[in-house]
């Protein structure tokens, strides 16, 4: 099943997510609907409160389906270490057809659960460490605007309002 993605402005793109505490079917099931849903949008990483599900899970491919092995499923992620710096266009499916550069740490090292409830621990660099961090911002109620400055990010967001008034949002 395909899911709408929820646009800035909604509040459950705001709030810190549940953790996840049971590894079911039904779990299974939403997880492999969200990796269908962010490769219908287009996407390379989509958590949970994306599709207006407020709980601790993203999915992440950034080979958009060239590499199997790329498909990730974190759920309770917490980035357990971060190195260097580097700065990068970034975006949102939240927050559709804008972009702004991003300062991000350049590797880190993520500790999450997989879909039967295992730990694991994964490193990753650029765009990896980069999606890491961005979804891992969505379970805790943040977004890549959170961290540009305050004149970039009031700009996007008038620009947002003009559009739900005319109603293109
Ligand atoms: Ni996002």
């Known amino acids: 099943m395909i899911y709408p993605i929820v646009k800035f402005g909604n509040p459950v793109l705001e ?10 079917e039904e779990l299974k099931k939403l997880i ?8 219908a949008a287009r996407g390379v990483g ?16 950034v080979t958009f389906k060239e590499d ?9 992620p917490e980035i357990i270490r971060k190195e ?3 700065s990068q266009s970034e975006g949102c499916l939240s927050i559709p057809d804008f972009r702004e550069n991003v300062g991000r740490a350049k590797e880190v090292t993520i500790r999450a659960q997989d879909v039967t409830g295992q730990v694991f621990e994964k490193t990753g660099d650029d765009l990896l460490a980069r999606a ?16 540009i400055s305050a004149l970039k990010r009031d700009l996007i967001k008038r620009k947002i309002r003009k559009l739900v008034k005319a109603g293109e949002w």
């Open 132 to 147: 890491f961090q961005h979804e891992t911002d969505h379970l805790n109620g943040k977004l890549y605007i959170n961290h």
């Open 15 to 24: 709030k810190p997510a549940e953790k996840v505490t049971v590894f079911d």
């Open 84 to 86: 260097g710096r580097h």
């Open 32 to 39: 492999e609907d969200m990796f269908e849903s962010m490769y």
């Open 68 to 76: 199997p092995d790329a498909k990730l499923v974190l759920i309770n």
């Open 46 to 61: 989509l958590a949970a409160p994306q599709i207006g599900i407020s709980r601790r899970i993203a999915v992440v491919d």
